[in-house]
């Protein structure tokens, strides 16, 4: 018995340090007809005290899925990649328009008002969390 809580006690942190982010407000907009990318959104959170690393995205729903994100180049409004998306102990990003977003290139089929998707969000330490959406009009 005494062994069974020693290997417990010894894997607890691993386990608990594998956990997801907390996400909340997945959405993403309803597709303009004749268009082949969306975007999406969520409000992410990392409950933990170490710094966790999205490395890439899977997705069902397009052929690629990247974060990023606008930035200001001069007097002109970018979008660039992130990677790794680097989320501090205790930080809130908050995706939203004009701001950190889920691209989604080359759509399967257009998003429709209702439906739900998933995306995958991959980390550093090998741990996968999915990430429910729900599209708006």
Do not use: C
């Not at 956990?19 to 909340?24: A, G, M, N, R």
């Not at 997945?26 to 969306?38: D, F, K, L, Q, V």
């Not at 005290?49 to 974060?67: D, P, R, W």
């Not at 989604?104 to 998003?111: A, D, H, K, N």
């Amino acid at each position: 018995m005494f062994k069974i809580i020693v290997a417990v006690m010894f894997f607890l942190p691993a386990i608990v340090a594998a956990e997801p982010l907390k996400v909340t407000d997945g959405w993403a907009r309803a597709s303009i007809p004749g268009t082949e990318n969306g975007a999406a959104y969520a409000t992410l959170e990392n409950p933990h005290n170490k710094t966790l690393n999205v490395t890439h995205i899977s997705s069902q729903i397009s052929q690629v899925a990247e974060v990023h994100r606008h930035v200001m180049s001069g007097e002109v409004m970018k979008m660039e990649a992130v990677k790794p998306l680097s989320i501090a102990p205790g930080e809130v990003i908050k995706f939203q328009p004009g701001g950190y977003h889920f691209m989604l290139f080359g759509l399967v089929s257009p998003l429709q008002e209702k439906d739900t998707f998933s995306l995958v969000l991959h980390f550093d330490s090998g741990a996968k969390q999915e990430v429910q959406f729900l599209v708006k009009q």
